[in-house]
């Protein structure tokens, strides 16, 4: 459904001013509560072993996946992920045969840094998902593992990620690939380039 089609729902179903209240929260003002941890205490290939039949690949830059690589994620329902992504931008697929089984970006630029108050050269870990056929198996926390280490080996650091604070089943991944729980974060955004976090204002720079 495109967006004109559910402001044009949202106004027959509610009318001018719930229309007026979902614009605001959307284009004004915005609320973001999320819980962020770091991979300072990430360690060890142990946990970062696939299941039987996986394979891990990271990416140093989306540009580095060959068409063929990216028509396998489209079908597994990625194509919203791979065009939020610049050339620029890292990423990890967990393959089984030839199948996109798991993925998740680490971009180059995001604003969402500045959201979370993370320093301006930090690494933010998202997009995360493993495809549902393919969840039980521990992929998600192997692949964070395999990432931090992807990072490191290529003198990336700091390295975070961030949930949403109502994702339990995510959280638990996460600390279980060792990340140190730094906190909730609950910001507000204002007209997307201005946040209030911890009782101060600071503009919001990079990509959304």
Request: hydrophobic fraction near 40%; charged fraction near 25%.
């Amino acid at each position: 459904m495109h967006h004109w089609q559910r402001l044009s729902l949202v106004w027959r179903s509610g009318g001018p001013l719930v229309l007026a209240r979902l614009l605001f929260r959307r284009l004004v003002f915005k609320r973001w509560v999320s819980v962020v941890f770091s991979a300072d205490t990430v360690s060890g290939r142990e946990g970062g072993a696939m299941a039987e039949g996986y394979e891990y690949r990271w990416y140093s830059k989306r540009r580095d996946l060959s068409l063929g690589e990216c028509d396998r994620l489209r079908a597994a329902g990625a194509s919203g992920f791979l065009s939020d992504l610049a050339a620029e931008d890292g990423l990890y697929v967990v393959w089984r045969d030839g199948e996109a089984a798991s993925w998740g970006a680490v971009p180059l630029k995001t604003r969402q840094r500045a959201v979370l108050g993370l320093p301006g050269n930090a690494h933010l870990i998202g997009s995360c998902e493993t495809h549902i056929t393919h969840r039980g198996r521990g992929l998600y926390r192997g692949a964070l593992v395999r990432t931090v280490e992807a990072l490191r080996s290529a003198g990336e650091q700091p390295i975070y990620i961030e949930v949403l604070e109502d994702n339990a089943v995510s959280m638990g991944a996460i600390e279980k690939a060792g990340f140190r729980r730094l906190g909730r974060v609950d910001a507000r955004i204002l007209c997307g380039c201005l946040v209030l976090r911890d009782g101060s204002w600071s503009w919001l720079q990079g990509q959304a």
